[in-house]
């Protein structure tokens, strides 16, 4: 146990003394959160969106139909963007003409401008087709989204209740009685929503743009940290370290889980340091420090087992670096790390909640939202599950290494006494 502890010891203490410990696993990071959470913090959806301003001109004209005057286009201004729920985010200015609309949001006056066109009632009634229009500023994307959402609801509500009555004429001779009042009655359905936030837990957080990066970017340079210290395992072969172990009683498992324990203690200490300087200095919310600290040991358990099983096939430091790119890049762009994991496609966001990294980005996360220990357990299982095969795996590896190894010792022995 005391030869083991010796073991875990040594490799963090030659990792601290060197210049990249402090600077590139320890200082960077923490300027890569400040550079993204910066750049990236402009569409923070956790953060409350501030009031803009919302042209609107339209040149529709009243159609009659069935005894009823219909104007859509007034329908989507007073009944839709001048609702209530609406006017918690814009106020709407009244535009003239729709040269005038475009000009404003060029000269960034208005955030986005709404024209409705000519014959835009007749058009909806006759079922030909027509579109309004939604003229945006690219820089006030947020302000284009909530803009173009109600726009796509008014829209699909409109053609909803065209089809229903349409239905019931189809379905119904001219001599039925209430046909009108049926027709009636849909077109004066309310088809309005407020717009509301449903959560399966009122304890949830949101989590920041900056808390993410935070979490990322601690995930990615943490894998960094543990091929960093791979290099010692590739080392320990090319100096016989691993033979000289071999001949002692230490078992092979013992060797092993030095090393792993090792990376274990070494990303610990890099995410406590980086996470704690994060949260004081860029007010990064990261929740429960001691769901934290099980979250990294069990994440770097994994990577661990991952970067002993490399270390362990390598067979010289020029293969370690070229794995070393491979498994950083790779898992931090699958993982989540580089990509925000919502952004990527379908497909990738299954492959990120499967591979280590990801896992881990995930449990982080779910700390991060306050949600308790138990959110956490199966995906922290399942680290451990997949850290055990890598290290049976690893195992295998390790034991036909150093079989190969005695074997070229022994016939360079041979070769010397002749």
Request: hydrophobic letters at 45%; one cysteine or more.
């Amino acid at each position: 146990m005391i030869r083991l502890l010796k073991l875990i010891l040594l490799d963090l203490k030659l990792l601290s003394k060197t210049k990249v410990f402090y600077l590139k696993l320890i200082l960077f990071p923490i300027a890569i959160v400040l550079i993204l959470g910066t750049a990236f913090g402009n569409s923070d959806s956790s953060k409350p969106a501030s009031k803009f301003q919302l042209g609107f001109y339209s040149e529709d004209s009243t159609v009659t139909e069935n005894n009823q005057n219909f104007s859509l286009g007034e329908t989507l201004k007073s009944e839709v963007l001048e609702s209530k729920d609406a006017k918690s985010y814009f106020t709407i200015k009244k535009i003239s003409s729709y040269s005038e609309g475009q000009k404003m949001v060029k000269d960034k006056k208005i955030a986005a401008f709404v024209y409705v066109p000519k014959n835009f009632t007749k058009a909806y009634l006759d079922d030909t087709k027509t579109n309004i229009s939604l003229i945006a500023d690219n820089s006030s994307i947020l302000d284009k989204m909530i803009v173009k959402n109600i726009l796509d609801r008014f829209n699909e509500n409109i053609r909803t209740i065209r089809i229903e009555e349409n239905e019931v004429l189809s379905k119904a001779t001219l001599s039925t009685p209430n046909l009108q009042f049926l027709i009636s009655k849909i077109q004066t359905t309310d088809y309005s929503s407020e717009l509301s936030t449903v959560s399966t837990n009122k304890n949830i957080k949101s989590v920041s743009v900056m808390t993410y990066c935070t979490i990322a970017i601690c995930v990615m340079f943490s894998i960094l940290t543990a091929l960093e210290l791979s290099h010692s395992i590739v080392e320990d072969k090319l100096n016989n370290t691993q033979f000289r172990i071999k001949t002692t009683p230490a078992l092979d498992i013992q060797y092993a889980l030095g090393k792993i324990l090792g990376i274990i203690l070494a990303i610990t200490v890099q995410m406590s340091i980086v996470l704690t300087a994060c949260h004081l200095i860029f007010g990064a919310d990261l929740g429960n420090p001691l769901y934290l600290l099980i979250v990294t040991i069990c994440y770097g358990f994994t990577v661990g087992s991952i970067v002993f099983c490399v270390g362990t096939v390598a067979k010289d430091q020029s293969s370690i670096s070229s794995y070393a790119s491979a498994v950083l890049w790779g898992l931090s762009i699958l993982g989540g790390s580089i990509i925000q994991k919502n952004a990527l496609p379908a497909a990738l966001q299954k492959i990120q909640q499967i591979v280590p990294n990801g896992k881990a980005i995930n449990c982080y996360l779910k700390v991060c939202e306050g949600s308790n220990f138990m959110a956490t357990s199966v995906d922290l299982l399942e680290l451990l599950g997949l850290g055990i095969v890598f290290l049976v795996i690893s195992m295998h590896f390790y034991r036909y290494t150093g079989s190969t190894t005695k074997i070229n010792l022994h016939h360079n022995a041979q070769k010397t006494a002749f």
